[in-house]
């Protein structure tokens, strides 16, 4: 009798340990990580592919200087997310002199043993902004920091068409003790306005432009190496190309 109840009990935890990995074997490494103890960095992103060919085009980073990484930027939560958020055990990071700029950035710490539950209350969608919400917001500001106020504008309407969703990692973060995961999005503009053709002729027309030295246009090549000429390209640029990162992160100007 007791065997098979002990038999019943480790038949049930294999069945159960099963499923749960079947739920999640896209995220096993996340799995892994929640079985760990300490901190997981939390950051996700919307980003914009905007391409003629094989040229992309890059907007220089504020805070990375010398560094082009494609438009778009991290996503925001709302005042519906907090009870969520807390529940997680969600940690805002915030480097000193950005955190009127960086408020309300999905970009913090969890538990590691929490990474699964935020990536859920992330993919149900509720209490923070939508990818093309995001990417609207951060085009806005990004052409106004370009010195393109004039076309923020044309941002405001326009429409996008998810083109893949990407985990990144858990993968070790360079110098820390914590690992770090991302959760992209990547997006191809809709040019079925005036104001979208417009705006987006633009941005590729100044691309081009070698006098121009906020927004620049890379091939998939300069984007694999990590350079075009004397410009440093985001790792996460390549997740325009596809699902695989190539280069580890650069620090940020703290």
């Known amino acids: 009798m007791l065997i098979n109840i002990v038999a019943g009990l480790i038949t049930a935890a294999l069945l159960a340990a099963g499923g749960l990995v079947l739920r999640h074997r896209k ?18 992103a919307a980003l914009l592919r905007i391409k003629d060919d094989d040229g992309y085009v ?3 980073h ?12 991290v996503i925001k939560y709302t005042d519906e997310a907090r009870g969520a ?10 480097p000193a002199g950005r955190e009127l700029t960086m408020r309300r950035d999905l970009r913090g710490f969890v538990p590691a043993r929490h990474g699964i539950g935020f990536l859920r209350w992330y ?22 920091e370009a010195g393109h106020p004039e076309l923020a504008p044309l941002a405001g309407k326009l429409r996008f068409e ?4 990407v985990v990144d990692g858990p993968r070790p973060t360079p110098g820390k003790h914590h690992r770090t995961m991302r959760s992209l999005q990547v997006y191809d503009p809709i040019p ?7 705006l987006l002729r633009r941005m590729l027309e100044l ?10 246009l890379a091939r998939s090549a300069d984007i694999e190496e990590g350079r075009r000429e004397q410009f440093l390209i985001s790792p996460q640029s390549a997740f325009l190309l596809g699902t695989r990162r190539i280069h580890e992160d650069l620090p940020a100007l703290r």
Request: glycine fraction near 10%.
């Open 27 to 44: 995220h096993l490494g996340l799995l892994r990580t929640t079985l760990t103890s300490g901190r997981l960095r939390v950051s996700v």
């Open 58 to 60: 890059l907007i220089h």
């Open 123 to 144: 993919d149900r969608c509720a209490g923070r902004e939508s990818g093309p919400e995001c990417l609207r917001r951060e085009l806005r500001e990004e052409l106004s």
């Open 85 to 94: 958020l807390d529940a997680v055990g969600f940690v805002e990071q915030r």
């Open 192 to 198: 079925d306005s005036p104001e979208a053709v417009e």
């Open 162 to 165: 998810l083109i893949r969703s």
């Open 207 to 216: 691309a081009r432009d070698a006098a121009e030295p906020e927004i620049i």
């Open 62 to 73: 504020p805070f990375r200087p010398g560094v082009y990484g494609p438009p778009g930027g």
